[in-house]
């Protein structure tokens, strides 16, 4: 297993196939094997780069998240492109990941190349979704799918890391709410936002969330369209895989 360092800890990363690099970003209290299939696909064309986040996955472990979790991610993303020496790494992130993409590039533009940010929020938190995370969390301790999707990705302490996420979610809503330190206006990086009609969790917040929630962000955006899938959960990225990889592989090699 390959790790690098960051601030003291070890990330852990693993690569596949060959050319420009494309790194995979996974979501809260997710890891990189949520993209197993996907990063298979992807290294046909690509240098798939996976990740887990400190606190996740096959990483070493935190006591507590901070509760600008999207930032402090981005960070580690950021040390290692420097590390590796990368530029223009294009970065394909869901759920949370996309976030995390979106700090990247805002704060590293020269280490990026093209963003696709999959089914978030949106620019900042919403009271609403994080009332609606909290009593979706709880319902998910009891339920043997989730439970297995949770230690799948991380082994036997998931409950810790979704307390830790759930906790840092929480305090980021509290404590912030923007979910970046730069204003859009400066992401000069061409990006592609997508979401699905059949996200249950978001579009029971509010009718056509991602249309809204995208399109406020699309007005600050120098290069950046979206596309809504009619049908898929939860993220878009995996529920409409076959259709997002054909828009994906389209948006991030045409010259």
Partial sequence: MSYFVYEGKKVYYEEQ????????LHGNTASSRMFAQAAEAYS?????????????????RLNVFPSDLWYYEAQQVIAFLREKQLTGADIIGSSGGAIVAVNTALEAPELVGRLIADSFEGEAADERFTKALLADREKARLDAGARGFYEYMHGPDW?????????AIIRHQRERGDFFRKPLTELRNEILLTGSRGDSFMYSISDEYYEKVYGEMLEKL????????????????????SEFYELSIDFLTRE
């Fill in 159 to 167: 409950e810790q890391i979704v307390d830790n996420d759930t906790d």
């Fill in 44 to 60: 046909r064309s690509f240098r798939v780069i996976l990740i887990d986040f400190l606190g996740h996955g096959r990483s070493d």
């Fill in 17 to 24: 196939g060959t050319g420009r690099p494309l790194l995979l």
């Fill in 222 to 241: 120098p290069k950046g369209r979206m596309y809504i899938f009619s049908e898929g959960g939860h993220p878009a990225m995996l529920s409409n895989f």
